[in-house]
C-alpha cells in the first residue's frame, strides 16, 4: 500500500502540526459527543469559546475533557465586541494556565458573527506584543491579511463564508490572494460545511482548515469529524502531488501525432 | 427614532384583517422561501397555517440546529421584590391585591443567589415589580456589583429605566434586559393597566432602545399570550424584534412567549392559546427571525417543554421560584404567578441531556 509522506508537517509559530484539520467544541449535544468528534478529527488544535468554559474550576466539564487528550487548546475570544474585551479575555485565559495562544474574534454582530477588522487588528497589535501567538479569524481580506501579518501574527484565518452556514468557500477568489502573498500559515476557517470543502480548501493551498458547526450538528459528529480529516487529508496530498492545471480541451493521454519526432 | 415610530405605522385591527385573509397559497409561498417578510410572517401566523404546523416544525428546528446546534442555555430568575405600585390586572404582585409585601436586603438576595449557584447556573434574572422607591437604581447596581463576581451573565426584568439607569446597571455588571410589552394592543393595554406608571404604553414600548442605547448586550422582549390576540401580538412582537436587531446590532436579541399563568386576583386570560397555538407562535417567529433568542419559562408544564425544545427554544428557566425569598430566606411569600415545571435544574439538565441537548449553565465571560 502506499505510504504518504509523514515529513509534512505545519508549523505555527514554532510549534509543529501534523494535522491540519483544527476543530470547535460549540454547538455539541454533549461534552462526550464532542470529545467523541475531536478524536475521531485527530486534530491536534481545538479552539474553546471562553465564554463556555469556568476557567477557574478545575471541574470544568469541557477543559478537564480536552486536558486527557494529545491537542492544543486553542482559547478563542468568541463574544468579544472589541479589541479591549478581546485582550482582556484573552489575558484571563493566560492567567488561568492556558498556553499564551489565542484565536483572536471580535465579532460585534451577534448573528452573523462577522469580523470587525478594525477591532481586530488593534486587539492583535496589542497581543502580539503581549507574547501571545496570535491566530486571528477575518474576512478574506488579502490587505487585512497584510495588515495583521505586518503587526506579526502567527496565522490568519480568512472565512470561507458566515461561520455555521455550511455554504463552503464562497470567498474563493480572495482566499487565493491571500495564500498567494501569506507570509504565514492560512486557516480557512468558517462555512465549510462537508468533507469536499475541506478538500478544496487544502487543493487550494490552504496550510490547514477549521471546521466546527458541519461536525457538531450532523447526526453522527465522529463519522463526520472522521471525514472531514479524510478531505483535509486527500485535498492536502492532491494539492502536494501538484494539480494538473485544467486545459479548455481534452488531452489525449496517447498522442495521435506521437511519431512525428522533430 | 425608536420603535414608536413604525409601531405607528402598523395598525393592530389592519394586521388582524390581514391575518384573517391569508390562504393556504399565501403559507406554502412563504414556507418556500429562504428569506421572509413580515408579510409572510403572517402568513404563518394565520389560523390556515394551523394545517401546516408540522411543516412549520420540521423548519424551525432545522434553523435552529444549524444557528444555535444542540444547546439549551440554561437560567433562573430571582426575585428581589413583590413590591409594587402598578395595578395589572392579571399580576399577583398588584398593588390592589393584599399580600404581604417583602423586599430582599441586599445580602438576603446574595444568599438567595449562592442557592442558584450551587445549583449551577452561572445565568440570573433579578427580578422585581415597580417601586422604584423601594428597588431603586443604587440597590440594584448594588445587587449586581455583588453578584458578578460569582456569575458570568446578570440580567434584569424590573421596571422600565431611563438610558442613565440603564447605563448605571450595565457599569455595575448587567448584560441583560427582559421587558415584556404584555400586549401591543393600546385600547386594551390601557385597560390592563389602570394604575401606577406602568399605564405610560409608549415609555413602556420605547424601554428595549433605552437599554439598547445605554449598551445592554442581551435585550429580551415578549407578550403575553392570553392578553390580546395572540397572532396580532406576534405579528408586533417579530417587528419590535427585528427593528432591535436592526437598530442595535451589537446586542443579542430574544422573544419570550409568556402564558397567562393563574395567580392572586385570580384573573382569568381574556383568550384561551392552545398548545398548538403556542407552537405555531414559536415556529413562525423562527422561520421569520433565525437568529433571535427563543425562550421559555417554567410557565409551561414540564412535558410540554420537553416536546418544545426541538421546535426553536434556545433558553429555559429551571428550578425557579417566582416569589421574592423562594429559594430560601423567605419561602412563603406571594408569587408573581403559579410555577408548571417544578423539576429541580439538575432533573431538567438530565432530561436535555436525554433528549440530545448540551444544558449551557455559562455562556458568557464578563469582562
Known amino acids: ?262 | 427614532m425608536s420603535f414608536y415610530d413604525i409601531f405607528k405605522e402598523m395598525d393592530y385591527g389592519d394586521i388582524r384583517e390581514a391575518l384573517a385573509d391569508k390562504s393556504k397559497n399565501d403559507v406554502i409561498t412563504a414556507l418556500n422561501k429562504e428569506k421572509l417578510t413580515h408579510d409572510d410572517l403572517l402568513a404563518l401566523l394565520s389560523p390556515v397555517a394551523a394545517e401546516f404546523i408540522e411543516d412549520m416544525a420540521q423548519r424551525a428546528h432545522e434553523i435552529t440546529r444549524r444557528r444555535f446546534g444542540r444547546t439549551m442555555g440554561l437560567y433562573t430568575p430571582l426575585y428581589l421584590s413583590n413590591e409594587c405600585t402598578n395595578s395589572c390586572v392579571y399580576c399577583g404582585f398588584s398593588i390592589d391585591n393584599r399580600v404581604g409585601r417583602v423586599t430582599l436586603t441586599v445580602d438576603e438576595a446574595l444568599r438567595e443567589a449562592k442557592v442558584i449557584h450551587d445549583a449551577g447556573f452561572r445565568d440570573i434574572l433579578l427580578v422585581s415589580g415597580e417601586a422604584p422607591n423601594i428597588i431603586g437604581i443604587d440597590y440594584l447596581a448594588e445587587v449586581i456589583s455583588r453578584l458578578r463576581e460569582h456569575f458570568a451573565s446578570i440580567a434584569v426584568e424590573v421596571y422600565p429605566l431611563t438610558t442613565e439607569g440603564y447605563s448605571r446597571i450595565v457599569e455595575a455588571g448587567c448584560d441583560g434586559l427582559t421587558v415584556y410589552q404584555e400586549t401591543y394592543d393600546e385600547v386594551l393595554y390601557e385597560k390592563m393597566h389602570p394604575k401606577g406608571k406602568k399605564r405610560d404604553f409608549i415609555h413602556r414600548l420605547e424601554t428595549p432602545d433605552r437599554g439598547g442605547a445605554a449598551g445592554v448586550r442581551r435585550i429580551g422582549v415578549g407578550a403575553l399570550m392570553g392578553l390580546g390576540d395572540w397572532r396580532v401580538d406576534c405579528a408586533f412582537l417579530a417587528a419590535h424584534a427585528s427593528y432591535l436587531t436592526k437598530k442595535y446590532w451589537k446586542s443579542k436579541i430574544s422573544v419570550s412567549f409568556p402564558r397567562m399563568r393563574p395567580a392572586e386576583g385570580g384573573f382569568k386570560p381574556l383568550s384561551v392559546v392552545s398548545d398548538q397555538n403556542l407552537v405555531q407562535a414559536i415556529t413562525a417567529l423562527r422561520i421569520y427571525l433565525n437568529d433571535v433568542g427563543l425562550v421559555l419559562s417554567t410557565r409551561e408544564g414540564a412535558e410540554l417543554r420537553d416536546n418544545l425544545v426541538r421546535l426553536g427554544i434556545t433558553h429555559m428557566s429551571a428550578g425557579s421560584r417566582t416569589n421574592p425569598g423562594g429559594y430560601l430566606v423567605e419561602p412563603d411569600s406571594c408569587e408573581q404567578f403559579e410555577v408548571e415545571d417544578t423539576r429541580s435544574p439538575a432533573v431538567v439538565a438530565k432530561r436535555l441531556t436525554e433528549l440530545g441537548f448540551d444544558p449551557v449553565f455559562k455562556d458568557w465571560e464578563a469582562v
Not at chain 1, 481586530?120 to 491579511?145: M, Q, R, S
Request: hydrophobic residues 45%.
Open chain 1, 1 to 262: 500500500m502506499y505510504k504518504a509522506d509523514n515529513d509534512d508537517i505545519l508549523v505555527i509559530n514554532g510549534r509543529e502540526f501534523s494535522s491540519r484539520l483544527f476543530v470547535g467544541t460549540g454547538k455539541f449535544s454533549s461534552t462526550q459527543a464532542m470529545v467523541d468528534a475531536v478524536k475521531a478529527s485527530d486534530s491536534q488544535m481545538v479552539t474553546v469559546a471562553l465564554r463556555r468554559v469556568e476557567l477557574d474550576n478545575p471541574q470544568d466539564d469541557i477543559m478537564s475533557a480536552l486536558a486527557e487528550l494529545p491537542i492544543l487548546i486553542l482559547p478563542n475570544t468568541s463574544g468579544a465586541r472589541d479589541a479591549e474585551e478581546a485582550v482582556r479575555l484573552a489575558k484571563i485565559a493566560r492567567a488561568a494556565g492556558c498556553e499564551p495562544w489565542i484565536k483572536l474574534e471580535v465579532t460585534p454582530d451577534p448573528n452573523y458573527l462577522l469580523p470587525d477588522p478594525v477591532e481586530t487588528l488593534k486587539a492583535a497589535e496589542i497581543l502580539v506584543n503581549d507574547g501571545f501567538t496570535v491566530l486571528p479569524y477575518i474576512h478574506a481580506d488579502p490587505v487585512l491579511a497584510k495588515r495583521l501579518q505586518d503587526v506579526g501574527v502567527h496565522a490568519v484565518m480568512p472565512l470561507g463564508s458566515p461561520i455555521g452556514s455550511n455554504q463552503g468557500i464562497k470567498t474563493r477568489s480572495s482566499i487565493e490572494i491571500i495564500i498567494e502573498q501569506a507570509r504565514v500559515p492560512v486557516v480557512v476557517d468558517a462555512g465549510l460545511g462537508t468533507a469536499s470543502h475541506a478538500a478544496e480548501a487544502m487543493e487550494m493551498g490552504a496550510d490547514a482548515v477549521l471546521v466546527n458547526t458541519a461536525i457538531a450538528i450532523s447526526n453522527d459528529p465522529a463519522r463526520m469529524a472522521h471525514s472531514f480529516m479524510l478531505g483535509t487529508v486527500a485535498g492536502r496530498e492532491a494539492f502536494l502531488a501538484g494539480i494538473p492545471a485544467k486545459r479548455k480541451k481534452a488531452a489525449a493521454s496517447s498522442p495521435l501525432t506521437g511519431f512525428l519526432r522533430d
